[in-house]
């Protein structure tokens, strides 16, 4: 098995605060149980109120640990989520509930989205920020012993909270009973934090990766608002830090669990994605938060933006290059890559995949399964990078861009955003909060135009095989995906800094 790049020190003991989707209280809870190896301080008190933690020694550094496990917790929800709701992956069986799989049905009252559990992108990114709140807010401010560097720590963390909603939610209250905060708003809370970080964090004392991570995370936020020129800035200053850093959040297995790894998969991946899945084969294995390769596709993006597509091309490239540098993970795959219906989805080498149906069929997306299976752990991609430098046409550009984007961020969050869908508040938040009301634009998704209803993850024939429900002999070895998401945000124009020249 090929070695994965991890930063140490991320997985931290469970820690729990009740935040504005229930009934808010003054109680901290603190769970330990199962993290006995993981040393969580001195607070042990599983009632312990805000007065206790104030008086302890060194509260700040008491309460980091739980911000950090809930930024792990928020980290997979978003990812499981989003990356079913868009044309990433297909609920394959019924334990996930249908409101998303597909944008046009997301629905506040659903059952997963509505959860509070491992899959609950709203819940556990509220946790996250409300922790961070309590940390950096009421207890750090009389903690005499706190440090820039816990408190740089802490604005990252609450930063991508705000940044994770700003991406992917309509509206956020941000404390008990307040008006939903729209996205640009709670991006615009992300940037607060996360330049507080980079003011705060001293290279030589902060943990891992920290430092580049924030410059990272501006450039992202900053896309995410349409600024070109601070999105340019601060992936440019990002790159010249470390040209290929990656952040990773980590996971432990029986502690904080990396969702993914599954013999048998509740989702599974379009068939021309089937190359890049699974990407995460352990429970321990690490999800990438901000990496190089997101830079060079936001500097291309701007190129874009400004007509410079032979620019674009060599930013793509140089996104290719980096991603064909990362590790790969080999491992037996015992998935049966069945449909909802029982049948078998593509799982042979042989078969050839087209993106729509005027797209040319291409060999090397499906890979052979059950049986050993190499996959990238970081970033991988099908686009060859001296095709893409040598590409033109504005369209074919944009389209390359997209599909980059698409394959190198795989399971990690983005595609939804990219896809310009906007989640609605879970029912538990409208339920609890004066300030939402059932038919206020917070609790409807938005979605674009070019957004087709209920064939994104559509693809033909569903199975490829004489036998339909055990695979063998294949009846053809063509597959063609109904519609190439990536062909229409082309089209379109599409791009988080205004429609393409």
Not at 251 to 270: K, W
Request: contains cysteine; glycine residues 6%.
């Amino acid at each position: 098995m090929a070695t994965e790049t991890r930063e140490p020190g991320l997985t931290m003991p469970t820690m729990k605060r009740t935040g504005p989707v229930m009934v808010a209280t003054l109680l901290l809870t603190v769970l330990l149980a199962g993290c006995d190896t993981l040393d969580f301080t001195e607070v042990t008190n599983p009632n312990t109120t805000t007065d206790d933690l104030a008086r302890a020694a060194e509260p700040t550094r008491a309460l980091l640990p739980g911000v950090r496990a809930q930024m792990a917790r928020g980290v997979r929800a978003v990812v499981q989520t989003t990356d079913m709701v868009s044309d990433n992956f297909e609920i394959a069986f019924t334990n996930v509930g249908g409101e998303l799989s597909d944008p046009y049905a997301l629905n506040p009252e659903g059952p997963s989205f509505n959860s509070t559990g491992a899959i609950g992108a709203y819940w556990n990114l509220q946790e996250l920020r409300a922790l961070g709140d309590f940390l950096i807010d009421s207890i750090a401010p009389q903690d005499e012993n706190s440090t820039d560097q816990q408190l740089a720590e802490a604005r990252f963390y609450r930063g991508m909270a705000f940044l994770m909603q700003g991406e992917n939610f309509v509206g956020v209250p941000t404390g008990a009973d307040r008006d939903p905060a729209p996205a640009a708003e709670l991006l615009a809370l992300a940037l607060d934090d996360f330049t507080a970080t980079t003011n705060l964090v001293d290279p030589a004392g902060a943990p891992a990766g920290l430092p580049v991570a924030a410059l990272a995370a501006l450039a992202r936020t900053h896309r995410a608002l349409g600024n070109a020129g601070e999105a340019r800035t601060f992936a440019q200053q990002a790159l010249a830090q470390d040209p290929d850093f990656v952040w990773l959040q980590g996971y432990a297995a029986s502690e904080i669990e990396n969702p993914f790894p599954n013999d048998t998969r509740a989702f599974q991946p379009l068939p021309r994605l089937d190359f890049l899945d699974p990407k995460y084969v352990e429970r321990d294995s690490p999800i990438p938060v901000v990496k190089a390769e997101e830079m060079h596709l936001i500097l291309a993006e701007v190129a874009m933006s400004e007509g410079d597509y032979a620019t674009a091309a060599e930013e793509i490239r140089s996104a290719i290059l980096l991603a064909e540098t990362r590790p790969r993970t080999s491992f037996t795959d015992q998935d049966n890559r069945g449909n909802p219906d029982l049948t078998i989805r593509p799982r042979d080498a042989a078969i050839l995949v087209r993106a729509d149906a005027d797209s040319p069929y291409r060999a090397g997306l499906v890979l052979t399964r059950p049986g050993s299976v190499t996959v990238p752990a970081i970033s991988g991609t099908s686009l060859d990078a001296d095709s893409v430098a040598a590409l033109a046409a504005p369209e074919d550009v944009r389209h390359a861009f997209w599909l980059a984007r698409q394959e190198m961020l795989f399971l990690e969050g983005r595609r939804l955003h990219d896809l310009g869908v906007l989640m609605p508040v879970m029912q538990r938040e409208i339920d609890a909060s004066p300030a939402i009301s059932n038919g206020d634009a917070e609790t409807r998704p938005v979605i674009p135009s070019y957004i087709p209803e209920d064939v994104m993850d559509g693809f033909l024939p569903r199975s490829p095989y004489l036998d339909e429900r055990n695979g063998g002999e294949l009846a053809t070895d063509q597959i063609t995906i109904e519609v190439d998401m990536n062909r229409i945000l082309a089209m379109e124009g599409v791009s988080k800094f205004g429609t393409l020249p």
